[in-house]
């Protein structure tokens, strides 16, 4: 990672958009919660994928402090 990105690249592009759309879900997750009420394994699935939507948004932004860090951060 030795180059620098600006928020125009592709790159850094592709990494805020991964980690908006994994944020947007995070709102969505009670209500899914709440519909599988009495099915467990049904309730474990969502919470497996709402814990790995968790984990993808907190890797995008230490990957984008990683890529703009060299240019004094976004904006």
Sequence with gaps: MAESH????????????????????ATSYARYLDDAEGHDDVRQFIEKVRDEDAQRA??????LGKLTS???GIG
């Design 6 to 25: 600006s928020p125009a690249d592709d790159i850094v592009y592709d990494l805020v958009s991964i980690q908006y759309h994994a944020l947007k879900a």
């Design 58 to 63: 907190q890797t995008c932004h230490e990957l």
């Design 70 to 72: 060299a240019r004094g």
